[in-house]
């Protein structure tokens, strides 16, 4: 009876297994837990706060104060009747001043504000949408594996930067005639807003409330900024097994050495993982997904473009 041969690992093979463990390390942690519970609690506050905004802002603009200034600008002209704008920033302002001191050492009365906005900034969508960034092949990670370090910025870090700008709706061509499709960015920044009285500066209008409703308010951003902190603490937690890992998968040259490793850590890997990457370009070229991308609707993601032009090489490589 011969003997089975010994499956060699490569660069693409070792990724792909750290790619299940990964996936293994993230699905078992805590913090992937609090991850998703910090975007569940912000996606309720979110509800909360559109209805307590536009209370806010209604008590102090009547909607009849809007219509009127509406007419006005029908019958006299935009800036001659006044000012209108459809806005989707706040400034929340405690109506209850606490005591400080001036420069000099005076006391004096300081009122709170608090900045409410319902669109929403690059770092935020991106800690959002991690799991389907992840999923599409992108590397939602770019920016917090710096840890602020930006002298560490590299040309990946660069073409991840511009593959999630694209995705999210950021990068330049965003409003471009061949991009249908909504982004991330547009969607967020236009699902709520309101007619309010003054000009397009938000920090213009300062609409006062109780205490009680401003603690709310301030408590509506720090959920907003818990899933940013729930990002990071998920990728260093997940960062710190996977530098380990793929020291240790540098060190195997076969593939029952990881795969030893997997059992004693309860990782489902098996050699079908690596067959069904290596014919991923093959069936990105099956009838219907060509079909698909000819009718420029469907676009590649960073690890199905990887994969075709590696078995570009490789059919070049036979051919000579």
């Known amino acids: 009876m011969s003997k089975e041969k010994r499956l060699t690992l490569n660069a693409e093979k070792r990724k792909v297994i750290a790619d299940v463990f990964q996936d293994h390390f993230e699905s078992g942690s ?5 991850h998703q519970e910090a975007i569940q609690t912000y996606n309720d506050m979110r509800s909360i706060a559109k209805t307590k905004i536009e209370q806010l802002v209604r008590f102090h603009q009547p909607q009849e104060d809007v219509d009127t200034i ?3 600008i029908n019958k006299y002209g935009e800036r001659n009747g006044g000012e209108l704008h459809h806005d989707n920033c706040f400034y929340v302002q405690n109506a209850t001043p606490r005591m400080d001191t001036d420069y000099n050492g005076n006391p004096k ?5 608090v900045h409410i906005q319902f669109k929403a900034d690059k770092d935020f969508l991106t800690s959002y949408y991690r799991d389907e960034l992840r999923s599409k092949g992108l590397d939602p990670d770019y920016n917090v594996r710096l840890a602020n370090d930006y002298d560490k ?10 593959e999630v700008n694209k995705y999210l709706g950021f990068s330049s061509d965003n409003n471009s005639s061949s991009n249908q499709t909504v982004k991330y960015k547009n969607s967020w920044e236009n699902d709520f807003k309101i007619w309010v009285i003054g000009s397009s500066y ?13 603690e709310w308010f301030k408590s509506f951003e720090v959920a907003k900024e818990n899933v940013v902190m729930a990002h990071e603490k998920l990728f260093n937690h997940v960062d710190e097994k996977m530098q380990k890992l793929k020291l240790g998968l540098k060190s195997y040259r076969y593939f029952d050495q990881a795969k030893e490793l997997a059992d004693k850590l309860g990782v489902a890997l098996n050699e079908t993982v690596l067959d069904a990457h290596s014919s991923m ?4 070229y099956s009838p219907t997904n060509l079909a698909d991308l000819l009718t420029d609707e469907v676009e590649l993601t960073r690890d199905e ?7 570009q ?6 051919t000579n």
Do not use: G, W
Not at 30 to 34: D, F, L, T
Not at 109 to 113: F, G, P, R, T
Not at 202 to 214: A, I, L, P, V
Not at 281 to 284: E, K, N, P, T, V
């Open 153 to 162: 910025r590299s040309p990946s870090y660069y073409n991840a930067e511009s």
């Open 109 to 113: 009365e300081v009122l709170d504000d």
């Open 70 to 72: 509406r007419t006005m």
């Open 305 to 311: 473009k990887i994969a075709i032009a590696k078995a």
């Open 313 to 318: 090489m490789k059919e070049q490589l036979v």
């Open 30 to 34: 805590k913090y992937k837990a609090q």
């Open 202 to 214: 938000c920090h213009n209008r300062m609409f006062q409330t109780d205490s009680e409703n401003y």
């Open 281 to 284: 370009a093959l069936s990105i």
